[in-house]
């Protein structure tokens, strides 16, 4: 089955922007989709599909795909933004649609 | 506003079968699929399966053996079995809706749970 690379961590100062990436086969077929995680939190979904931020979700918060690289992209980091995220999608490989996760990328606002 | 709560046994015992419910308020379980992914302490998360409303399944290959979701939309809940657990099986279980759609090429878990914590042990 396919797998989706996450690097394990990034810090990124106050105010600034920060990318991060999520690399997969399934990435060229499906889009992914974006889940922040706060300690002792569930995961929840920031942003999804070709261009969809949840209801609720600040505009800071972004996404984007090229070839085999998803990304999501927070303008302007705030405090709030540190937490664990996630990336997603459907695994491409098979009729059966399976679903594989990235293992994650530790974001430290400075 | 739609929401999800897992509930079942905290503690299973090795070699039996953990079994969870997730009862869905706020709205109805038709039309959508529903799945359970879980999370074990201070690791990623791994997809476990999902359903449709209709009953139709699938599951992660590494898990399929010892998987079976099932639906009841009488109650508006769904619901894991897991057999045959082990140590390695202890982990937060998430219900989470499952946005899957093939023509917009998504597949996003939007609406999760709180999670329920259970610990394989005798």
């Known amino acids: 089955s396919s797998e989706l690379t996450q690097d394990p961590a990034v810090s990124v100062a106050l105010g600034q922007t920060v990318r991060i990436t999520c690399q997969g086969d399934?990435?060229?077929?499906?889009?992914a989709s974006w889940y922040q995680q706060k300690p002792g939190q569930a995961p929840l979904l920031v942003f999804y599909?070709?261009?969809n931020r949840p209801s609720g979700i600040p505009d800071r918060f972004s996404g984007s795909s090229s070839g085999n690289t998803a990304s999501l992209t927070i303008t302007g980091a705030q405090a709030e933004d540190e937490a664990e995220y996630y990336c997603?999608?459907?695994?491409?490989?098979?009729?059966?649609?399976?679903?594989?996760f990235g293992g994650g990328t530790k974001l430290t606002v400075l | 506003q739609v929401q999800l709560q897992e509930s079942g046994p905290g503690l299973v015992k090795p070699s039996e079968t953990l079994s969870l419910t997730c009862s869905v308020s706020g709205g109805s379980i038709s039309n959508y699929y529903w799945s359970w992914i879980r999370q074990p302490p201070g690791k990623g998360l791994e997809w476990i399966g999902y359903?449709?409303?209709?009953?139709?399944?699938n599951y992660n290959p590494s898990l399929k053996s010892r998987v079976t979701i099932s639906v009841d939309t009488s109650k508006n809940q769904f619901s894991l079995k897991l057999s045959s657990v082990t140590a390695a099986d202890t982990a937060i279980y998430y219900c989470?809706?499952?946005?899957?759609?093939?023509?917009?090429?998504?597949?996003?878990?939007?609406?999760w749970g709180q999670g329920t914590m259970v610990t394989v042990s005798s």
């Open positions: 359903i449709y409303y209709s009953g139709t399944t």
């Open positions: 599909g070709e261009n």
């Open positions: 997603n999608s459907r695994d491409s490989s098979g009729n059966h649609p399976h679903v594989v």
């Open positions: 399934s990435l060229r077929s499906y889009y």
């Open positions: 989470a809706r499952f946005d899957y759609d093939e023509i917009r090429r998504v597949a996003a878990f939007d609406i």
